[in-house]
Each structure stands twice: as C-alpha cells, then as structure tokens.
C-alpha cells in the first residue's frame, strides 16, 4: 500500500510540473504541428515558420509564447473559446472563417494542390471525379472538395492521407503547396500536378474580442513584411526542408535495421513512446483510482436502496441519482464523454488535458465499477447480513466487516478485467490532443510514412502492460485465497 502511495505521488508530481510560470504574460498559440514547413515537431519541440514569426512577434510585445499542439479542426475553437490567443496554423483566410474569428493580415500566398502517384491517369483536376481523393478535416483541401467535387477521404493530418497514397489507398491527396512539396520530396514516386485548385492568403487568428491585440500583432508583422525578415524566414525554413533522408541498404535486415532506426533512434524518436506510456499510466492509475472510489459509493447507495423496504426521501433521490448516472454514462461513447468534458464543460478553462482525461475516464470507469461491486455485493447470501444483524452489528458494520470484504474477493477478477480495458481505452486521449501512448506512435508515423514499426511497437508495449498486469492479479487472487 505505501509503494503504491509513493507510486501515485510520483505520478502527481509528474502531472504538476508542466505548469512553469513566469513574470511575463503569455500568448497560447494554438497549432497544428503536422503540417511542415508552417509548423512541425522536431523531438519534443515545436518548430516551423508560424511558430518563428510569432515568438519574433510576441518578443517585441513583450509575451511568452506558449504552444499548444492540437488537431488541425480544434485550432479556430481554441481561439473563439478563449482556449488559445492566437491561431497560426497555416491558416487560410475564408469568408467562413471570417464569421468566427479576427484574421490579421496575410503573411503569404498559398495554393490548394493535387498529389498524385508518377503514371497516374489524373491529370488535372477534372479527373478527380469518382476517384479516391484524400485531405486533412477541416481544411480548405477538404472544403473544395466536398463543396466542387465530391466527398472526400478525411485524415487527421496530410502525412497520413500522403502515407495511404502511398500504400495504393488512395489515388490522390489534395493539401497546401509548401507541405505538398516536402511530401513529394521525400517520396520519389509521387509528382504534384501544376494546375492549382484555389489560391489563397494565410493569415494569424485572433478572438473576435482581442481587437488590440490584433491591431498591435498587426503593425508588428507589417514591420516584419517590409523589413524583408518576413520571406527570410520563410525561405529559410523552405530551405530547411530539402535536406534528405539516407536510404537503408538493400539488403531485408538492412532495411529493418534501417526502418527500426528511422522510426525509433534518429531524433530521438523512441521519447515519444516513452513520454507517451507515462502520459497514458498516468492517466490509467489516476482514472482507476476515481473509478474505484465512484464505483464504491454507487454500488452501496444501490445495493442499500435494493435491500431497503422503506427507503426514505434521500435514499430514494440517491438511487434514482446513481441510476441516472449509470445510463448516461454507460449510454454514451467514452470518447463522445471526453470530448464534452473538455469542449464544452471545461471549454473556458484553462485545465491540463492530463487532469481532464483522468477526470473523463475516471466517471467513465466509476459506472462500470459501480456495477461491478453491486454484483459482488449481491453475490453474498443474504444470511450473512441477518447473521451479521443478529451479533448486534448495525446495518453500516455488518457491511463493512462481513460483506464487503467477501465482496471484493468476489469481484477481483472482474475488477482486473475492467483495469485492464480502462488501460486500453484511454487511447482514444488523442482526441484531445493529448499525447499519450497510442499518439506518441501517430506522431511518429506521421514524420516517417511507415505504419508498420510505429504501429507495433506500441501493441507490444500495451501488450506487455497487459499480460504484467494479469500476472499481478493473478497473485493477488492467490493470496487472497490463501488468507481465506
Ligand atoms: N491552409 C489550409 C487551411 O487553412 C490548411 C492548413 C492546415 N494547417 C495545419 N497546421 N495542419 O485550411
């Protein structure tokens, strides 16, 4: 028990110290960093021509930048919910948008534009009618196409929709110039079609309310346009870009060692799955404990209200409480419940995601617990209360010292069960951007094409925690029954 007190206090520490603070006010920047040269992560950081010129920006306005790293689709709510300052995404300027957000002045021209393998018959865009076309949600990629030709494939980034044209998936990818180039670039098989389908302005993003702000980042960019800074940063990071990737020998194992180097040593790769698995047993440990102590309330009201002739008012309220609770909770998609959390309930707030997703899985997995324990609690022939009641126990002790602790054994493996899928389902963390250990493979995955290593590497890894786990209960149950 001490060990595992340690364990969680460790973990809390963990999950504080992200929070560093400093004298000078912040600018959040909301962004997508799958989106290279604009922006893009290099190891742990953050890099790419949208964060330079804004961290330029927020230097003269005196402001420490901090990013936040989120799916293409959530950067404009970020701004209008007060979440982020500032968008600086690559983002396009669009009437749409403009109903919803504060655009600053644009910082570069860009084009829509067609990927396409070598001896495609796609030739323009006219021939993309009836053909599998990919794009990143939300952009104005996936907008043109839904809007002039026909629905398209939606991919959480360009890498992904650029890695299924790869793999024969998909006969072509719609996505921004400057990306589609770096795409093209690193794949030798795929040329870009010179027919653009739009053209458009990129600009920042600011709350509709923050118009001073804006005015100040403004007159600060326009500086950056005419002093020429501008297009050197951009044309540097353009630059940046064009270094290329060393092949693997040709050779089968060469080319596993060298895809096993790729995908895990170079840029130290292999900390996204490190940081990845804490950020997910962090979130797994904390959420079990939350559902356990739910789980336990729920089940006692319920099982008392059962047992009970006469309920008064409260347990009467309670019971219909826990009800309700039980068939929302156990009604709704987990993912469905984390996106609420933290969109809508905490949509203003400033939490850590780590808190609201330990938050979202630890409700979540409290109605399954509840039920859990009232079936263990069932389980216990009802002559052991009356036994209990005849000692001159109360009601209370009875179920403390006699079925209760019956109950638990009862319930361990069912208990283990629900860990265990607890453990798996808060993969779905991504979803809020949050970079667990399922997205620390996305991410990976998305800066080398290859599905295949990142991809395993993290089923091996949630694998292990598994059977670990299994063995743990297992003794547990053992020695549990040892004691009987
Ligand atoms: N320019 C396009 C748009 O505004 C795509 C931007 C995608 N940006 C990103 N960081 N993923 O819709």
Known sequence: MKRFLLFAAFLATLLFCGCEDSARPKLVMATNAEFPPYEYLVGEQIDGIDPAIVRLIAEKLDRDVKIDNMKFDSVIAAVQTGKADI???????????KKQVLFTIPYIVAEQLIIVPENSPIKAKADLKGKRVGVQLGTTGDTYMTENIQQPERFDNGALAVSALISGKLDAVVIDNEPAKVYVQKHPGLIILSEPLTVEE???AFNKKDTELCAKFNAELQKLK?????DEIIRSYKEGQQQEEEAGSGTFWGKIKHSFYLNFVKDKRYMYLIKGFLVTLEITVFA??????????VAIVRS???QTRNKSFLLKFLDSLCKIYLTVIRGTPVVVQLLIIYFVIFGAVDVSKVLVAIIAFGINSGAYVAEIFRAGIMSIDRGQMEAGRSLGLSYAQTMQSVIVPQAFKN???ALGNELIVLLKETSVAGYIALQDLTKGGDIIRSQTYDAFMPLI????IYLSVVMLLTYLLGRLERSLKTNE
């Open 304 to 306: 008392t209200a059962d």
């Open 202 to 204: 990129y600009a920042f």
């Open 457 to 460: 590497a993290v089923a091996l």
């Open 288 to 297: 079990v404990l939350i559902g356990i102590v739910i789980g336990f309330l």
């Open 226 to 230: 005419e002093s020429g800074e501008l």
């Open 411 to 413: 319930v361990l493996p």
């Open 87 to 97: 968008a600086a995404s690559g983002l396009t300027v669009t009437e749409d948008r």
